[in-house]
């Protein structure tokens, strides 16, 4: 059974910064593509960044570019999201997700087979 869990969420003045982990288990992540996305009440989940299985390229959402950096361990089956300079309009529960072996990274929630229950994030101003 595939499960993902968050860690690494809390309280951060703004300007601050986090490290977010997301540990998999149930079987091997190496050929998969991993993203990050975030939710504040009432509004869609909102795409942050994903990286490629083959090549650990990434991609990121505007608002984050050049803050936050997404990274991988496929030897202890954990990825990454180092927040830096985080505003407080980066306050949302953020959640990990897998999607399918051998697809690209993508933006979109929905292609996305498996998540983490999610890691609060607060940034006060």
């Known amino acids: 059974q595939v499960q993902l869990v968050e860690s690494g969420g809390g309280l951060v003045q703004a300007g601050g910064s986090l490290r977010l982990s997301c540990a998999a288990s149930?079987?091997?992540?190496?050929?998969?593509?991993m993203g990050w996305f975030r939710q504040t009440p009432g509004l869609p989940r909102e795409f942050v960044a994903a990286?490629?299985?083959?090549?650990?390229?990434?991609i990121y959402a505007d608002p984050v570019k050049g803050r936050f950096t997404i990274s991988r361990e496929n030897r202890n089956h954990t990825f990454y999201l180092q927040m830096n300079s985080l505003k407080s309009e980066d306050t949302a529960v953020y959640y990990c997700g897998i999607r399918p072996r051998f697809q690209p990274p993508s933006m979109h929630s929905d292609e996305y087979t498996y998540w983490g229950q999610g890691t609060q994030v607060t940034v006060s101003s």
């Open positions: 149930g079987r091997p992540f190496w050929d998969s593509p």
């Open positions: 990286i490629h299985w083959m090549d650990d390229t990434a």
